[in-house]
């Protein structure tokens, strides 16, 4: 069974970097065709997508939040970071990290999330 786990502080000051590493269990994050992904949760709004980093390490971010994402593997340690820089409040939010896998549906692909973390709950503040 996979297994990801979300850790990093809880609180972050404005204009700082956010930095959450997942550390995944039962299967190897360079396993061939598989999408490591961070996705968010601001408070009483729906879930964002903020990016993948992919089996062969290239990434992906979201365009909105391209310019202050990064994300990296450690593949010795089987484990995927996010940082995100300049924070402000509105980043306030439960933030997930997730494998995905892709398929194509005809038309087009599609990433599908299979497993995901339990999420950690992280809020900018002073």
């Known amino acids: 069974q996979v297994q990801l786990q979300e850790s990093g502080p809880g609180l972050v000051k404005p204009s700082q970097t956010l930095s959450l590493t997942c550390t995944v269990s039962?299967?190897?994050?360079?396993?061939?065709?598989?999408?490591w992904s961070w996705i968010r949760q601001p408070p009483g709004k729906g879930l964002e997508w903020i990016g993948y980093i992919a089996d062969s390490g290239n990434t992906y971010y979201s365009p909105s939040l391209k310019s202050r994402t990064s994300i990296s593997s450690d593949t010795s340690k089987n484990m995927f970071t996010l940082q995100l820089s300049s924070v402000t409040p509105e980043d306030t939010a439960a933030y997930y990290c997730?494998?995905?896998?892709?398929?194509?549906?005809?038309?087009?692909?599609?990433?599908?999330?299979?497993?995901w973390g339990q999420g950690t709950q992280v809020t900018v503040s002073s």
């Open positions: 997730a494998r995905a896998f892709s398929y194509w549906t005809g038309s087009y692909y599609v990433h599908a999330y299979e497993f």
């Open positions: 039962g299967a190897s994050i360079t396993t061939n065709s598989y999408y």
